[in-house]
């Protein structure tokens, strides 16, 4: 079954300091890409970034990072220099190719409050 | 990327009672999905919509519930039909960018139904 599991319903920050929030998934397939999106309030869904299962190196967009860990299906998001804008639900999700329709696979999301 | 319009962003409906939902997206896509977010939930697929052809829907969502047109590359409209409050949700239409770039989402439509 293909699935994606974040174990954390909610988290919380002090602004300016680092926060994870972690994600499992399983699939059988090798090739697959895996996201992290952003709904705030406004519920506006935004991609946050990204990752392709074939490469090694950990991808970064800014203040917002991955640790991606093939073997053991762990892809975390590492959030530096939490601002209060980051609050907001955080999804996990990869992509798989279903047919002739690829679908994203969604975690349950994290919700996210980053304090001043 | 894409930039998806959708409307109306809210609406508080009358059980019994339909509601379209329409999204404009500035480019031509081959696929266009509609999610249900109930509140404090995830994503759940409703149908995917592709020009010229039915839509296909996911299990325990049905056509006459929630009919879905596509008349072109750029546009698709998802109907809510005979509303009950169990209705009551978000609902998001989105494009599929390619593997690599995920999907791209309207801005949502928050439903309440009295």
């Known amino acids: 079954a293909q699935t994606v599991t974040q174990s954390q319903p909610e988290m919380s920050v002090q602004e300016a300091e680092t926060v994870t929030l972690s994600c499992t998934y399983d699939?059988?397939?090798?090739?697959?890409?895996l996201f992290w999106y952003k709904q705030p309030p406004s519920r506006q869904m935004i991609l946050v970034i990204r990752?392709?299962?074939?490469k090694q190196q950990n991808a970064t967009e800014n203040r917002f990072s991955v640790n991606f860990q093939k073997a053991a299906k762990s892809f975390s998001l590492k959030i530096s220099d939490s601002q209060l804008g980051d609050t907001a639900m955080y999804f996990c999700?990869?992509?798989?190719?279903?047919?002739?329709?690829?679908?994203?696979?969604w975690g349950l999301g994290t919700s996210l409050a980053v304090n001043p | 990327s894409a930039v998806i319009s959708q409307k109306p962003s809210r609406d508080i409906c009358q059980r019994g009672t339909s509601l379209t939902i329409q999204c404009q997206v500035d480019?031509?896509?081959?696929?266009m999905f509609w999610y249900r977010q109930q509140p404090g939930q995830s994503l759940t697929l409703i149908a995917t919509?592709?020009?010229?052809?039915?839509?296909?829907?996911e299990s325990g969502f049905v056509i006459d519930k929630f009919p879905i047109s596509r008349p072109n590359l750029t546009f698709s409209t998802l109907t809510v039909s005979n509303m009950s409050p169990e209705d009551s949700s978000i609902y998001l239409c989105?494009?599929?960018?390619?593997?690599?770039?995920?999907?791209?989402f309207g801005s949502g439509t928050r439903l309440t139904v009295v």
């Open positions: 999700a990869f992509i798989i190719n279903a047919g002739n329709n690829r679908k994203l696979i």
């Open positions: 990752q392709e299962a074939y």
């Open positions: 480019s031509q896509v081959t696929m």
């Open positions: 989105s494009v599929d960018l390619g593997q690599l770039y995920g999907y791209t």
């Open positions: 919509a592709n020009q010229g052809s039915e839509a296909t829907y």
């Open positions: 699939t059988s397939e090798n090739n697959y890409y």
